[in-house]
């Protein structure tokens, strides 16, 4: 039987193309600002909201999305007035949200041991209609934000005090980033898991960057590589029935150490050029004075 006869395949697999693009696009923004664990403190967030979810039988999709959005905003709160505190309140944050997630489930009539492994881990066979919908939707939010504003998310990620100097509403968009974030880890989580979308993010991005020489670059290869390697893992998990989302984020571990084998050498080719270019234009000027001087 072909994978794309059966439905629940074909639900997986648009999920998981879905999550290839938006992962790594706002990762792009994340690894720029190093930010890069932001998605991992999101995801221990974002297990209240299923909890959540199964206590009050509504969607945990929608339900995660509404408490991780929230918990981006007080993650950026803690950001901005924190100071030396922060950190603390930060992993409070973070394991309070794992810890209610986790509590909540088992106070719901729903929750089970699985239920709570296929959203910590992923499960492709888990992805349902309603669940494909909300992905959806919240996908393309994080599309059109991640592709309309790329200029001023960059210009944010590259230098905060600059971009304010040019009337860009930093904080703003700082706070978007955060949610768009957040967003992201609800749209993941059913494809790779909660404790494993941070590497998703991060991961592709990392690989685009050992050959990719500008920003656009990397966050083209780096959506190329997270398409790859997240709709290969889905289908090789599968047939070789393993799970979906260790398959996706081994697979993006092997293609960053194989592009860094092929980078390293080319690296050190450029390296070589430019420092032959650059003793060819520090010698001319003193061939040329030589002459002169015959000359003279």
């Not at 981006?72 to 930060?90: F, K, N, S």
């Not at 234009?281 to 002169?292: I, K, N, Q, V, Y």
Request: aromatic share 6%.
């Amino acid at each position: 039987m072909d994978i794309l006869d059966l439905a629940f395949m074909q639900r997986a697999l648009l999920a998981a193309l879905l999550v290839g693009v938006t992962a790594p696009a706002i990762g792009t923004y994340l690894v720029q600002r190093r930010q890069a664990l932001m998605g991992d403190g999101l995801g221990h967030v974002a297990l209240t909201g299923v909890g959540l979810g199964f206590l009050l039988n509504e969607s945990p999709v929608w339900m995660a999305t509404a408490v991780c959005i929230a918990g981006a905003v007080v993650m950026e709160l803690i950001r901005w007035y924190g100071r030396t505190r922060g950190d603390i309140a930060l992993a409070m944050l973070f394991y309070g949200g794992m810890a209610g997630g986790v509590m909540l489930m088992n106070l719901s009539d729903s929750g089970s041991s699985a239920n709570l492994s296929s959203y910590l881990f992923g499960s492709i066979a888990t992805v349902s209609e309603e669940d494909l919908v909300a992905i959806c939707i919240l996908a393309a939010f994080v599309i059109l934000t991640t592709v309309g504003l790329r200029r001023q998310l960059f210009a944010i990620c590259q230098d905060e005090e600059f971009a304010r100097v040019t009337g860009l509403p930093v904080r703003m968009l700082n706070l978007l980033v955060a949610v768009t974030a957040a967003v992201t880890v609800t749209v993941a989580m059913r494809v790779v898991g909660l404790l494993l979308v941070s590497a998703l993010m991060v991961i592709p991005v990392a690989a685009s960057q050992q050959i990719a020489r500008s920003f656009k670059a990397t966050f083209a290869l780096a959506v190329g590589i997270g398409v790859t390697v997240t709709v290969s893992g889905t289908a090789t998990s599968y047939y070789a029935d393993v799970p979906s989302g260790a398959t996706i984020v081994l697979f993006a571990i092997g293609l960053f150490v194989v592009l860094t084998a092929l980078a390293t050498p080319l690296a050190k080719r450029r390296a070589g050029r430019t420092a032959a270019a650059e003793e060819c234009t520090l010698e001319a000027p003193g061939e040329r004075t030589a002459a002169d001087d015959v000359r003279v």
